[in-house]
């Protein structure tokens, strides 16, 4: 194989990748925020108390994050032909890429807002706020150098995560590292492959610490 | 905004000491609070609290920790609920509040904390701003309101400064002046001044001062600490297990404390040496000495009378601690003295006290 077919393939891949874990990505965390922030604030005697709701919420969370990727992969076909028209391609991929990251960021940004000391709630209903506002101007914004580290540790778990669906014929880096790299015996393509997925992870999280340490007013020196 | 006009706009036409009227700010009814399931199981945090804050006043609630204050001062703005009994603030009784009108009465009431409670994500300017933007007030008026209220705590030129870079007393300088945003009529302070040194704590306590005395704000603060009480509360309450144990003007509690817990949270702010104060015994044996604290204040602060009860005893009194200070604006002195145990001289001295009209208080035995 020649030079230019090989980084033709990986510029392809990567392009798959970056599509199933931008668009995952962003899905995930949009829908995986207010789960967090719910866990995080409607226990017995907090802003939002609903204790039942919270534990059946926590329930189906931890059932999502203990069930196996590959394993969620295959159970959901129905569901992923149901939303994308089809079961197989970078398109169906993210459905469960998606449905993974739900959970995993949900977790996360739960225990982001739970690190935020309580004085600071405190304060706020002191001064009237209603709980709406306490999230919105308090949690949110006290958390968001944690957040800004939860995001990124998603984005690199679901380049991860993106590798295994080449099963359902997602495509993406991993697809192309198995199926040239292992299975047509190119340990140059494997090679190429794990590398763009080394710098890849290491500009992802470069760019979220940097984002999250000009978010974190904490330890600024005069 | 200077002081004077904020003053003039929160009370027209009141000065100081009108500002001191009948109707009390607060007043605490019989009440009580239990946390936890009702009976064995729960836990009984205040009871029987009868008490009133006067208006334009400064009160201090002082008690050990774990006596019930922090409860205490939360039932007022609504953070706890009493279990029975009222809380009335300005006439309103704050149990019977629905979620909406109890957000209406806080933004009237400010609070300072003793870990000041600001926001790590935003300026001072942004911090002191954060109540107005919750009461929905607009950001033009916001934006003219926030630096006079950073000039009158002395931050003015710490505007954009984030909390982490500023020192213990600024931070709780910008909370003072969060907790003063929106024109409050009460300002509750929860040990505000128990995380700063004592020189800052000082500084910290003449803004409260300067506050009450300008803007005619009533202060309700609670504290651990007699010396807070001491400089600035003018009316105090001492509370002990839950209840309120004593009180009245602060001279008064101070001058003649009635109950234990007044005095032995008066014996950590009499500044008697260490040495003295580890070597004090409550029952003597042979050959101890009494210690006995002298207070002057009112018509004995003014008489010769440390050196006439020298003549009376003999030579045999000694000086070991003592000082003048000023509580509520009155000249306090007091005297750590000790002399022989021997029955005939305890007689010689109390019979002096009584001529006299001394106060005194037996603290132990010394060797």
Redesign the interface.
Known sequence: MSLEMMISLILKSLGQTGQMVAISGLLGSLIGLPIGIFLATSGRGELFPAPMVNRIIGLIVNATRSTPFIIMVVAIIPFTRFVTGTSIGTNAAIVPLTIATIPFFARLVEAAIREI?K??I?????????PM?IVF??LL??A?PALMAALTMTMVSLIGYSAMVGAVGGGGLGDLGIRYGYQRFMPEMMLAVVVVLIVLVQLVQSAGDALARS?D?????? | MTIQQAAARTAPGADHSAGVSAVPMVAFEGVGKRFGPAGEGGFTALADIDLTVARGAITGIIGRSGAGKSTLIRLV?G?EKATTGKVIVDGIEVGGLGEDS??????Q?G?I?Q?F?L????TAFDNVA??L???GVDKAVIKAKVGPLLDLVGLGDKANR????LSGGQKQRVGIARALA?DPKLL?SDEATSALDPETTQSILELLKRINAELNLTVLLITHEMEVVKTIASHVAVIDAGRIVESGRTFDVYANPSHETTRTLLASALNLPEWLRNSIKQVPSAGDRVLVRLVFFGETAFKPLTGRLVAELGSDVNILAGGIEEIGGEPFGSLVVSYSADPAVVARAEQFYAETGLTTEVLGYVA
Do not use: W
Request: hydrophobic residues 40%; proline residues 4%; positive net charge.
């Open positions: 000391d004085g600071l405190e304060a706020a209903r002191a001064m009237g706020a209603t506002q101007k308090v914004a006290e968001r978010f007013k904490r330890n600024r020196k005069n | 703005n953070l109890l957000r209406g009465l806080r933004r009431i609070m904390f870990h409670n926001l790590s994500s935003r954060l109540p933007e919750i009461a984030y909390p982490s870079e929106t509750l």
